[in-house]
């Protein structure tokens, strides 16, 4: 059974840092991978999304990196803003279809 | 705009009073998700629809029941509803068989049950 940890559970930045948020699941026999952002009350927005034979996406400010052998994903967040707090969510998909998510990490940006 | 509509925003009922929640998309998916999301913690996969094939999950309660009359629609019924049924209901959609498979979500349903 697939299991994804994300960790720190919250993180507190002052703006203009550069941050990584972490994402480890244990069957590496993943389809693809794929990051989302949920602010306070709403629904998921996608942010990126990795292939299993892709080692990274970039989007912006935002870098995803995949490495399947390890289990583990980071999500780069780049010159973060407090536009940026909310709650990140990895979402792991195996190939029969299923995603499997992590809890989140509660980013606070503060100006 | 192609997106993923859910209907209402908000709903609050009653212990033990049936609720519907609905889900629209005009994407032309083909897979159409149900999950729950209680406070802090991640979505939970409850059922799939793989066109018109249901695929439950083995821990969803017989409480909750879905229903895909046509491709654009899928609801969520919840017969009889009790306060751990508590959450935010996501609905989200995804292209089977593409290469790059995302998913896409709606604003979810907020349920209350007092």
């Known amino acids: 059974k697939q299991e994804v940890t994300q960790i720190p559970a919250a993180l507190s930045v002052p703006e203009g840092e550069n941050l990584v948020l972490n994402c480890s699941f244990t069957d590496s026999a993943i389809y693809n991978l794929q990051w989302f952002r949920q602010d306070p009350g709403k629904g998921l927005t996608s942010l990126l999304l990795i292939q299993s034979s892709q080692r990274e996406q970039t989007s912006g400010r935002l870098n995803a990196s995949l490495d399947k052998s390890s289990g583990r994903s980071t999500l780069y967040i780049a010159a973060s803003q407090p536009g940026d707090s909310a709650t990140y969510l990895c979402?792991?998909?195996?190939?029969?279809?299923?995603?499997?998510f992590g809890d989140g990490t509660t980013l606070t940006v503060k100006p | 705009d192609a997106m993923v509509i859910q209907n209402p925003r908000y709903q609050v009922t009653q212990f033990g009073k049936p609720v519907t929640l609905s889900c629209s998309q005009t994407l032309n998916h083909n897979v159409m998700y149900w999950y729950q999301q209680k406070s802090s913690q991640a979505p939970k996969l409850l059922f799939h629809?793989?066109?018109?094939?249901?695929?439950n999950e083995a821990d969803t309660p017989d409480n909750f029941q879905s229903r895909r009359p046509n491709t654009s629609f899928c609801f969520l019924d919840i017969r009889s509803p009790g306060l751990g049924d508590a959450a935010m209901y996501l609905c989200?959609?995804?292209?089977?068989?593409?290469?790059?498979?995302?998913?896409?979500f709606g604003p979810g349903t907020r349920l209350t049950v007092l």
């Open positions: 629809y793989y066109d018109k094939d249901f695929n």
């Open positions: 989200a959609t995804s292209v089977d068989g593409s290469l790059y498979n995302e998913q896409f």
């Open positions: 979402a792991v998909k195996t190939n029969a279809g299923k995603s499997t």
